[in-house]
């Protein structure tokens, strides 16, 4: 799933993929956020997305990456605890592209900007599975997974729509956003095309149950009857 990492935190695109590796998942799972949507300037992915081509690939079109090159520290921030020694990779890197996507991450922007996808994505799967108790389909076969993958998706952004919309006014005290170029004319464009795309996302689900529908209505006619 594509979740947006600029604050509010809604899944823009949900699929399912039969691939058992997410090397190859990344531009496709990118390349299904809706073009009402706009298209990502900045992607957040963890090492299990970490593939070159498909990288360059979207890079290409203007995409800045952030690919995380190797397992990540749980270290935290106020442990004073003294590090314990570093470990010596059991290979050297030899793609160009991918010391240049470590090198990137160890600078300060690439600190910054990696960080932001732990308060933001990651809790968005941690809803899924808590709040909602959503931690494993009941369903068999892509076509009816992917249907309740993408009604999962659905009713997290109603959830968290209904979260954004309860959030605080701006105090009285402070200057309005202009009414046409402010924040609060942006974010009322984003959420209307939001909306757009969840009812989008319902006339898919609609049109997948009639696909599956029709298809164990034929499986039925062709199955013997009797004992």
Not at 28 to 41: D, Y
Request: charged share 25%; aromatic share 6%.
């Amino acid at each position: 799933a594509a979740v947006d990492a600029d604050g509010s935190q809604l899944i823009l695109a949900a699929r399912v993929t039969t691939q058992t590796q997410d090397r190859n998942e990344l531009k496709p799972t990118v390349e299904a956020i809706p073009p009402t949507l706009g298209s990502p300037t900045h992607v957040l992915a963890d090492n299990g997305y970490l593939n070159r081509k498909p990288a360059q690939a979207m890079e290409a079109k203007g995409m800045d990456l952030y690919i995380a090159c190797g397992a990540q520290s749980h270290r935290r921030t106020h442990d004073f605890r003294p590090e314990p020694p570093p470990r010596e990779p059991k290979q050297q890197d030899r793609c160009k592209w991918i010391i240049a996507m470590r090198a990137k991450l160890k600078t300060d922007e690439g600190r910054k900007r990696y960080a932001v996808r732990k308060h933001t994505v990651e809790p968005a799967f941690g809803i899924i599975k808590d709040a909602l108790g959503f931690r494993r389909f009941t369903l068999r076969g892509l076509a009816r997974v992917s249907g309740e993958w993408h009604l999962m998706a659905l009713a997290y952004n109603v959830k968290r729509l209904h979260v954004l919309r309860r959030a605080k006014p701006t105090p009285a005290n402070c200057p309005k956003p202009s009414s046409t170029t402010g924040p609060m004319n942006a974010d009322r464009s984003f959420m209307a095309h939001i909306m757009a795309h969840i009812m989008t996302q319902l006339r898919q689900l609609w049109v997948k149950a009639r696909a599956i529908i029709e298809i164990e209505n034929k499986i039925e006619k062709l199955s013997p009857t009797g004992c």
